[in-house]
């Protein structure tokens, strides 16, 4: 299937050209399976060849960064706060979550807002999750759609220029961002794993 899925966005890059690019980009913050480390690499590959130049490729890719992102905040800032607050009041317990956990959290991503939202733009599969939590604490839309875009632009340069400088080789900027992304899901991981038995396994062994 991801075979497929990279065919299909290999001829929409290479037909669509600028629009394919933009559409594309806009689309993986809304639909991960959406490669970006296929998207913009190649991109930067058309550009090489000819077919479109560089700077028209890393717009195209920052407009469809911030159309996904902004779509992204807006769901969440619709669900918003307080709707947030009842979820997990009513099922936050089957999670180990209450409302002081969501306090702790909510004050710490306030404090830290700006830079999560800029390092975050910049890593594999975090890129599009930040929108979320930005949203939700309905993070001002200015000051989320400047960080984002530079954050955007940081990675879209990043990879596209990567992909100019490769030419007919640009799939291998994928080898090490897909290694990269394997240190992020480890991360995750581990903090899941991590919360669990602190919130979940360990309370139950100790009532036991």
């Known amino acids: 299937m991801l075979d497929g899925l990279v065919d299909w966005v290999t001829r929409i890059v290479e037909t669509v050209g600028y629009g394919g690019v933009a559409g594309l980009v806009a689309l993986e913050n809304l639909f991960p399976p959406i490669p970006s480390e296929v998207v913009l690499p190649l991109a930067g590959f058309v550009a090489g060849r000819g077919d479109a130049s560089l700077a028209g490729m890393v717009v195209a890719a920052t407009i469809g960064s911030m159309v996904g992102a902004i779509i992204l905040y807006g769901i969440a800032a619709g669900v918003g ?9 009513r099922f ?21 807002a700006t ?38 632009l940081v990675w ?9 400088a490769l030419g007919d080789r640009w799939e291998k900027v994928e080898d090490p961002l897909e290694l990269f992304q394997k240190v992020v899901l480890a991360t995750i991981a581990i903090a899941l794993a991590w919360f669990v038995w ?3 396994v360990r309370p139950r062994l100790r009532r036991g």
């Open 81 to 89: 706060p307080v709707r947030l607050r009842r979820f997990v009041v």
């Open 92 to 112: 936050g317990g089957w999670f180990g979550l209450d409302e002081e956990d969501l306090d702790k959290t909510e004050a710490w991503f306030d404090r830290r």
């Open 115 to 152: 830079l999560a939202v800029l390092l975050c733009r910049c890593v594999p599969l975090m890129r599009s999750l930040v929108s979320i939590p930005a949203g939700f604490r309905r993070m001002p839309l200015g000051r989320f759609s400047i960080y984002t875009l530079l954050g955007s």
């Open 156 to 164: 879209n340069i990043a990879l596209i220029g990567a992909g100019f």
């Open 198 to 200: 602190r919130r979940m």
